[in-house]
């Protein structure tokens, strides 16, 4: 069965403290793995997407990694505004375009 | 635009009552996708088209779901006679190919009481 894992459930960090999140799967063939950073209330916004074991990609403060059985998401220098809920999602090749969800990690950066 | 548009936001319906959610995808977009959130992030499939067709509707429950997108009219995700389990949020998402990332709508809050 096709299964998407993340840890922790929830992470406090201090305002410049650097950690990674970890999103582990199990899938029959990855098309793509997915990040998604949730706000309280909102839809999932889009963050990154990662096809193949190497791919690295950056944005801002953010850094996904991936390899054939997890993906990483470095958050470097945190800052107060990048406390939310961070989704990772799969893909699986030859099925319909479905992501299937992790249950997510609660961050929460304090000044 | 380039948001996709859910209404109602919060939706209260009283068991047994039908309840009927509206998205608008981004244009140009052809893929529409339903997903359904519980407690904890669970995040659950329901449905997906490719313009108006339906293109995978394996998590949809067969017996009071039913979804459609027309041609020129916002996709829309009705529940016959709601049970108390349908509480949840509803989000709508639309994608131009389907295999990148998604723009998800900001949801739908339905209470069934």
């Known amino acids: 069965e096709d299964q998407v894992t993340q840890s922790p459930e929830a992470l406090r960090l201090q305002e410049g403290e650097s950690s990674s999140l970890n999103c582990s799967y199990t899938v029959s063939g990855l098309r793509g793995l997915f990040w998604y950073r949730q706000d309280p209330g909102k839809g999932p916004e889009f963050l990154f997407t990662?096809?193949?074991a190497g791919e690295e990609k950056e944005k801002e403060r953010l850094k996904a990694t991936l390899t054939k059985k997890e993906s990483f998401l470095h958050i470097t220098a945190p800052k107060p505004e990048d406390s939310a809920t961070y989704l990772c999602a799969v893909q699986v090749r030859d099925s319909s375009y479905k992501l299937i969800f992790g249950s997510g990690t609660r961050l929460l950066v304090r000044p | 635009g380039e948001e996709v548009a859910q209404t109602p936001k919060h939706l209260v319906r009283g068991e047994g009552q039908k309840a009927k959610l509206y998205c608008a995808p981004i244009k140009g977009h052809s893929y529409v996708f339903w997903y359904q959130q519980v407690l904890k992030n669970e995040f659950k499939f329901l449905i997906s088209f490719q313009n108006e067709n339906v293109f995978d509707e394996t998590g949809m429950p067969k017996e009071r779901f039913s979804a459609k997108c027309l041609p020129n009219s916002p996709c829309s995700l009705e529940i016959q006679a709601t049970k108390l389990e349908d509480s949840a949020v509803y989000f709508c998402a639309s994608s131009p190919e389907g295999r990148e990332g998604y723009t998800f709508g900001s949801g739908t809050r339905l209470t069934v009481v």
């Open positions: 990662l096809y193949s």
